[in-house]
């Protein structure tokens, strides 16, 4: 600990301009976990295989009660409104099913790419506090006293080092996160676009059949 602490004092006020976007990981991080991991996800392969049973037994009814025992899944809130529109017509069913994932695919994606914009801005800081240093420590080479150029010279190394580490170290993290959350963002809009796909042809299908009684 005292060793970051002498890092964080030797880099000075960069470290704390470094500190900003770092805030800004930490929260898209957690708020990101919590979204993507516990309230967007969904077993969309098992979800969708009960959906498609209840659509093929005519049973509207249940399938839609099915997606409300999920309400902040994506893909229940997607389905759902497929689902809504069973009895109505070919264009209205594709209709609210596109109206629905160009709603829920915006909030499944937002924020995910800031991480890596945060990881540049970090790393930037780092470098341009490196470049401050290593002007102070030439500086010191040309207008110090013979006395005071060690000590003004590992002063200006220093504060290059820890800002050029301190970046990183804000950096690499963001990176790693924004690659397992662009995985699982493209899982779960990937998951959207399929079965969306398959449940309105299984409702065109439905309809087509003239199967259009609801039953409960």
Not at 146 to 160: F, T, V
């Amino acid at each position: 600990m005292q060793g970051i602490a002498k890092a964080f004092s030797e880099g000075g006020i960069w470290m704390y301009a470094i500190i900003i976007p770092s805030v800004f990981v930490v929260g898209i991080v957690i708020e990101r976990f919590i979204f993507l991991f516990f309230k967007f996800n969904i077993n969309g392969n098992a979800f969708m295989q009960q959906i498609m049973k209840l659509v093929m037994a005519n049973n509207i009814d249940r399938a839609i009660k099915l997606c409300n025992a999920a309400p902040s899944a994506a893909l229940a809130k997607v389905i759902k409104a497929g689902l809504i529109k069973a009895n109505k017509g070919e264009l209205e069913i594709s209709n609210s099913i596109e109206e629905a994932s160009l709603e829920v695919i915006p909030m499944v994606q937002k924020r995910t790419i800031m991480l890596t914009q945060l990881a540049n801005i970090a790393t930037l800081m780092g470098l341009l506090g490196t470049i401050v240093g290593l002007i102070q420590a030439f500086a010191a080479l040309e207008q110090a006293q013979p006395e005071q150029k060690a000590a003004l010279l590992a002063r200006g190394i220093a504060l290059a080092m820890a800002t050029t580490a301190f970046g990183l170290i804000v950096a690499i993290p963001s990176l790693a996160f924004y690659l397992i959350f662009a995985a699982l963002t493209k899982k779960i809009t990937d998951d959207i676009d399929m079965y969306s796909l398959k449940l309105e042809n299984l409702l065109i299908a439905r309809i087509r059949a003239g199967g259009t009684q609801m039953s409960g």
